[in-house]
C-alpha cells in the first residue's frame, strides 16, 4: 500500500505514469492516455464486481470522470483507480490514420 496526495491505494506504486487524458467512447469504455505517452482503452466492466466501483454501472455517472493529480477519478474524489492498475488493465490503441 501507499499514500499519494492524501490518498490510500493498494499495491506498489509504478514510478511516473499518470493518466494525462481520458475520453468517454461508449459502453463502458474510455480511450486513456498517460504520462508515457501511450494511448490504451480501458473496459470499465471488469470494475463492476467490485463493490467499490458499483456505481460505475450506471454509464452517466462511469462518463463523469474527471483527471486529478494524473488519477481518473469519480462521483467527487469518492471512486478512484490508481493509474498503474488502470494501465494493467487496459489495451494497447493504435490510431488508425
Known amino acids: 500500500m501507499y499514500i499519494t ?6 499495491g506498489e506504486p509504478v514510478g511516473g505514469i ?7 467512447v461508449g459502453e463502458r469504455v474510455l480511450l486513456v492516455t498517460f504520462s508515457t505517452g501511450e494511448t490504451r482503452l480501458f473496459d470499465a466492466s ?4 467490485m463493490p467499490a466501483f458499483e ?12 483527471i486529478e493529480h494524473g488519477i ?4 467527487d474524489g469518492d471512486i478512484d483507480i490508481a493509474p498503474e492498475a ?6 494497447q490503441y493504435q490510431e488508425v490514420a
Open 86 to 91: 488502470l494501465y494493467e488493465r487496459s489495451f
Open 72 to 75: 481518473l477519478t469519480w462521483c
Open 46 to 49: 471488469c470494475l463492476l464486481s
Open 55 to 66: 456505481p460505475l454501472e450506471n454509464e452517466s455517472v462511469l462518463e463523469d470522470f474527471r
Open 18 to 24: 499518470e493518466v494525462s487524458h481520458a475520453r468517454y
Open 5 to 10: 496526495n492524501g490518498i490510500a491505494y493498494a
